[in-house]
């Protein structure tokens, strides 16, 4: 196949570096950074940066950049787009983006399929990407009336890239459930080590403290975005977090040792059954 | 040196473990669970059953059972510990208990060293304990007026576990200090998996669900005792981390995109800064 990939950071270089082990696909690629476009070119990763006419005749394009850098590309890409190529996204959030991209398809005739490929790194540079980052992960895919064709294009890519499974969803599920299983990890990292013990932390730490820690690196201004774009699912479990927080905190202050057990070990089952 | 370890669960196990790789030293347990002394026996992790004598002539008497049970098990035995033999402990709290065992110590003459090996697994049993379990990790001890040849030999096998690091403190600054870098993940954990959304992250969820998710697997009996016995400090570090949630929250909620960025920004430099 002939795959544009437009933006090489951890998302976009790791598809193509994962698509570039069977040396099977022509890969072209777009990046605001020219010297990256370099690094893959001469690391073998793409054949060349891409030209309009790439984005015309590419069987697939993966955009992979920020939400708002997606949707500006399509608004302006519109007309570029070949009427068999398939765009898909990258982009964590989907309410927001996937409708306001699906008017552009329908309106230019290009197939469209929004997409999550849930995996991540707290480094999100070309140089940190990785083709076995996708190794195991899930590829999320909004249903809908595309092509089951396309559909069966980009899972059958998927699992070249070793995901390790495709699950379909819509728009609004998929978001309530990533403000949950990724927004909401964000959030505590950081409000964690907003404490003023962070800094003294050394030699009191270990697995605990890196593992909620871990990504407080995070990417503000990537982050910033797609909390916003997300805004009332990820403040709901923010707010039904502080909630569980506080039954705890109240159990401990008022050393009511029978409440605090029952609520640990609650937390415990679920943990178990559901992993 | 002759050394005698009270409870084989994964801390004590893991000392046992660790101590028995060189061969070098005689060691003895005490385990409420008579399976798990013959396990320890017929591996070659222990040479026998502790008694009373052993208590009397051991160099060393590690006590790894709960932070009741530790409390308990010195009293009914203050009488039997040598003049000679350094008891310490493995108690994740430390304001409570020290100066409950040093007092026992003083009126019984024997030595006590309080100390916390700050490693851990989400599995609490003599099977998940590893002789590497301390690699890299810090071994705490309380600084007091214990003979400094007493100090030196614990810290001499603390290097023999493979422990990264010995860290002299107080009791109250443990205290604050393990609050936050152990304690409050724990919480935060278990009141993270409470979500209704929870049970069905399965396909949703990667790497930061994984990694805060990790410690609800708790132990509910031990926990509880361990967070009772820091009601003040982890009370403390609870409200720091809500408060510090809530100004993430608000401006998620308030759509101020300046703030947010700030507030990631701020939380990013400190976990760049300090690991």
Known sequence: MKITIVGLGLIGGSIAKALAVSKKHEIYALDVNEDVLLDAM???????KAAFEDLTDSDVVYLCMYPEGILDFV?????????NTIVTDVCGIKTQVYSKIKAVSEENGFIYIGAHPMAGKE???FAASD????????YI???DNAPKEAFEKLESLAKEMQFGRIVYTTPEEHDKMIAFTSQLPHVLACAYVMSPECPKHVGFSAGSYRDVSRVAKINEVLWTDLFLSNRESLVDEID???DNITKIRNAVDSADADELKALLAKSREVKEIYG
Do not use: D, E, P, W
């Open 240 to 242: 039904i977090l502080i």
């Open 131 to 138: 083709a076995a980052l996708y190794f195991g992960a899930s």
């Open 42 to 48: 001469s690391s073998g990763v793409i054949r060349n």
């Open 75 to 83: 608004r302006a890409n519109a007309s570029h787009f070949g009427k």
């Open 123 to 125: 480094v999100n540079t």
């Open 141 to 143: 895919l909004i249903k």
